[in-house]
């Protein structure tokens, strides 16, 4: 179609996810190497319409084919986001503003990669430092959905997002402070789980912010390769408040009963191809023998306002303190969604303390308006995947912020309550791109979510490029 963007062909990746691509290298049918090449040869491909790749280092991906690392996906290409340190390769964090240096080590979240025995081919892009609910920059091209060049991947994991969905590498690195797992799935028709706090390993920044609202993670196009995903990456210990996922490999028998709400919780209204998406899963779980009804929101105005002012404090902590962390940023050069942030902040600094520990009790209020409830189904998005430059830090930030916060309105509850949740390619526009749906569920009930999934893509197979 005009303005898709992809790379599946008759090579040795095929159409196949992580697990199937892991199965045939280890059976033989396929050679590590030549399953890297073939990934190669697809991001050289597709990366000039797409910019979803930040760095590709073939020589290492080649390396790593001839000394394969054992693990569940043995051999299987991915990337790596691009705010996340692979040892040797730079990381940028999506910033302009500073030339970043050779990583020394890898982080702790891609040694779990590493150690399932996926292949890094390189660096994914990103938004400076992940602010951004698009992956768009102030002089470089922005990272473009596969579905149509012309619409958003979305973020922050965009860059991830756009190489899955365009068949480059079956699942790929991506991590959420704000929705940046469910956001890029939704935009590209991808399975995109957000865990619990603390089941998986995080980085040691993670561990000192006021509130932890980011979660590690991948995006796949196949409900199996993320639950196999989760299964293997989970801490090995557990961690001690947390049931362990384990192997989820089907739909539950058990009937739930699913809280359904359509609007967020800044009142905005969902648009209309949004709803329908939503609408028509809750009929097609209905059919399946669930119990759908609808619920208020879990929480209100305050909550969307506490984690603007939030969201604004970080950007505030990199214009003040990125030049620490990051040697040889110069604050000047920041895009002006970060500076517009940090005004942001500035001009509501006094209601720091109060924001921050409402903000750390939205855990108790989520656990108790999910009670009753196995589980919630709303839009991912309140409304469908804008075009490029609709959020791009060019807009002034007084009609960029207002736009982001309302089309980010359903995510960030589980950022703050630390819950997980599940974006599902379950819609498409009327032009043919996808739409997300998103299922909730309680503190460490991801088994839940990975069953309902698995059902609904057995009833309503997920659409694919190619």
């Not at 590709?56 to 001839?66: K, N, P, Q, T, Y």
């Not at 028709?189 to 957000?194: A, I, P, Q, S």
């Not at 030049?323 to 005004?343: C, E, H, K, M, S």
């Amino acid at each position: 179609m005009p303005g898709q963007a992809h790379a599946y062909g008759d090579d040795a990746l095929g159409s196949h996810d992580a697990l199937a691509l892991a199965g045939l290298i280890r059976t033989g049918d396929l050679r590590r190497r030549d399953v890297i090449e073939a990934a190669l040869r697809r991001a050289e491909q597709v990366d000039g319409a797409l910019h979803a790749v930040q760095l590709l280092d073939a020589e290492r991906a080649l390396a790593a084919a001839d000394h394969p690392r054992p693990g569940v996906f043995s051999g299987v290409p991915m990337f790596v986001k691009d705010n996340t340190d692979v040892a040797g390769l730079p990381t940028g964090h999506g910033s302009e503003a500073f030339t970043p240096r050779p990583a020394k080590g890898d982080a702790p979240f891609s040694r779990t990669l590493l150690g399932l025995g996926l292949v890094p081919l390189g660096k994914s892009r990103l938004p400076e430092f992940g602010f951004n609910a698009t992956t768009e920059f102030m002089t470089q091209e922005p990272v473009r959905n596969p579905w149509n060049t012309d619409f958003s991947a979305g973020a922050s994991s965009g860059g991830s997002a756009a190489l899955v969905a365009a068949g480059v590498v079956p699942l790929a690195h991506a991590n959420d402070g704000g929705g940046s797992i469910r956001i890029p799935a939704a935009a590209c028709g991808l399975v995109g789980l957000k865990p619990t706090r603390g089941r998986f390993r995080s980085s040691p920044l993670e561990r000192v912010l006021p509130v932890n609202i980011v979660g590690e993670g991948v995006v796949t196009r196949s409900v199996r390769d993320t639950a196999h995903f989760f299964a293997s990456a989970e801490q090995p210990a557990g961690h001690r408040s947390l049931p362990p996922v384990g192997l989820v490999e089907g739909p539950g028998s058990r009937r739930l009963r699913i809280g359904l709400l359509l609007d967020s919780v800044t009142g905005v209204r969902t648009d209309d191809e949004t709803r329908t998406a939503v609408e028509d899963t809750a009929a097609l779980l209905t059919k399946l023998g669930h119990e759908v009804v609808p619920m208020p929101a879990p929480m209100g105005q305050q909550f969307a306002d506490d984690f603007a002012l939030y969201w604004g404090l970080l950007g505030f902590l990199m214009a003040r303190l990125g030049p620490r962390l990051f040697a040889g940023l110069d604050v000047a050069r920041l895009d002006a969604l970060t500076v517009g942030l940090a005004d942001h902040y500035r001009r509501q600094a006094r209601d720091t303390v109060g924001a921050v520990r409402r903000l750390r009790r939205s855990k108790e209020v989520y656990a108790r308006a999910l009670r009753g409830f196995d589980a919630v189904l709303c839009p991912v998005l309140a409304h469908t995947t804008p075009r490029i430059g609709h959020l791009s830090p060019r807009q002034p930030f007084e009609e960029l912020f207002p736009r982001l916060v309302d089309y980010v309105a359903f995510t960030p509850i589980n950022n703050a309550a630390g819950s997980p949740a599940l974006s599902l390619p379950m819609g498409a526009t009327a032009d043919g791109l996808p739409i997300g749906v998103q299922l909730m569920a309680a503190h460490g009930a991801e088994r839940v979510l990975l069953e309902l999934a698995y059902e609904l893509e057995g009833a309503a197979p997920f659409r694919r490029l190619g």
